[in-house]
């Protein structure tokens, strides 16, 4: 589409940033459905993030996507939350709404979709664990809980970060488990999981060759390992995995479901999902 005094912007902030694929995913879709719309990534370090939303609002942005390290940081910034966000604590997609800035998360509803249209994944019923305990971490644990998993086993570097979101995520008799990597409790956890996402930034490109364990020991056929990463498309975590018999997947699912969920908050119009994982998958 031709930029022009009528053209709205949307966009997404991170550090870095330089990675993203949401521009190509979006912009598709807006040329596709005919909307007079650009999107355009903003490399926003830490320091940066309250003038970057307010300037959301002074520039007539209508709504950005946030990825990392932000989705946490950018809330005290913000007007109002969507109960989603509220109740995950991290923030993905910010709406301005005349002037009105709204925090929304699509990371919950958008991997469980992906788990299911992308790898036949069930949840009902399934010990999972999860590596990472920010913003992604949060909005992913309480989407798998929701949708009915049993078990749940935190791994990270800070313990007590990990506790944190246990705290959150706890309900009931719903209580995680939190380990450090490679310790034998983290070790013996991963080994009986079903599911293992790796949601830190540890293996994303440039810094190809690091992973977030060092100990490869429980993997085994039958799992399914996701690394929410996408660039490189299959990080040395997920082909090391596979190498041991796991079936894995990148964050290409993840990244297009939540996507969709944010283009109809951006744009109050059904996303053509189509059109965006042609996109993805073309770049």
Known sequence: MPINGQTEIVGIIGDPIHHTKSPVIHNAAFEALGKNCAYVPFHVR?????????GIRA?????VNVTVPHKQSVIPFLDELS?????????????NH???LIGHNTDAPGFVKSLQDDHQFT??????SIIGAGGSARAIAIGLKRAGISHLSLINRTKATAAELAQTVADGQ???????PDSSDAVATLANSDLIVQTTSVGMSPNNQVTPVTDFSWVRSGQLVIDIIYSPETTLFLSTCAKNGAKIGNGAGMLIAQAALAFELFTNTAAPIP?????????
């Open 83 to 95: 109960a989603d966000a509220r109740e995950i604590g991290a923030v993905n997609t910010i709406v």
């Open 275 to 283: 059109v965006m994982r042609k996109a993805f998958y073309e770049q």
């Open 59 to 63: 520039l007539g942005i209508r709504g």
């Open 46 to 54: 830490p320091d940066d993030v309250e003038s970057a939303i307010a």
């Open 174 to 180: 719903f209580v995680p488990d939190c380990f450090e």
């Open 123 to 128: 949840c009902k019923g399934k010990r999972v």
């Open 98 to 100: 005349e002037g009105t």
